[in-house]
């Protein structure tokens, strides 16, 4: 089954002072975020990575530059449709003003209706349409084997995993997903399977790439019970 390590990008200048950054350039992680992401970088050593593959904006291709070093020949590889949500009018302006905005309670409540306003605003649907089309394709170009990591932002990773779990767009604000946090979802040709989301901290022996038994082959079932864990 393909791993696919969701990880959000370290915590910003923005985020700190409660400003929507969009697509603004120049918004890089601020010292809480530096230290996050090494942190999550150290800690994802043992796992073997593929790639990673990153939304362009700054503050994620600083995050994917801690997951890749010391990994020799792995390189950050960038990808549009893992990019933040194009929030038009709204990108730059404070979160406490938007919550004023009649359009914030569709937001939180049917997101799927919401095109944000302004001639580059986009819609939420069209935003984990094209999140999920890249996962989908990453997984089918990496192949069933492998393990890599996607490096975005947090209403991106959101969609994408609603998507996993079955959930419509408009239960996606259920979700949590903090900076520099990791979310972890298994796709098998039938099901995804996710088994981590918003981990701050948990060791991750259980991500590593199952043993292949001869003659085995890897099964889309999902575990009746519950299963034994990730020490398979």
Not at 22 to 43: A, I, N
Not at 61 to 74: C, I, K, P
């Amino acid at each position: 089954m393909t791993t696919v390590l969701l990880v959000r990008h370290g915590r910003t200048t923005a985020n700190s002072s409660g400003v929507l950054a969009g697509w603004t350039s120049g918004v890089g992680l601020d010292d809480r975020g530096k230290e996050q992401v090494l942190g999550l970088g150290l800690r994802l050593q043992l796992v073997p990575l593929a790639t990673v593959v990153s939304s362009p904006l700054q503050r994620c291709q600083e995050t994917a530059q801690a997951l890749v070093e010391g990994r020799e020949g792995v390189v950050v590889q960038s990808d549009d449709r893992l990019g933040e949500v194009r929030y038009g009018d709204w990108t730059g302006q404070a979160l406490k003003t938007l919550a004023k905005d009649p359009l914030w309670k569709a937001v939180q409540s049917h997101p799927s209706s919401v095109t944000f306003p302004g001639k580059d605003g986009e819609a939420m649907a069209a935003m984990q349409g094209r999140a999920v089309a890249a996962v989908r394709q990453w997984n089918h170009d990496l192949g069933p084997d492998a393990t890599y990591a996607f490096v975005s932002h947090g209403d991106v990773i959101k969609a994408v995993l609603a998507d996993a779990l079955g959930l419509h767009l408009d239960q996606f604000q259920r979700i949590v997903v903090d900076p520099a946090s990791l979310s972890v979802v298994r796709y098998s040709p039938l099901r995804p399977f996710v088994e981590r989301m918003n981990d701050s901290g948990a060791p991750v022996d259980g991500l590593l790439p199952p043993k292949r038994r001869r003659g085995r082959k890897q099964s889309s079932d999902a575990a009746v019970g519950g299963g034994a864990g990730a020490g398979r």
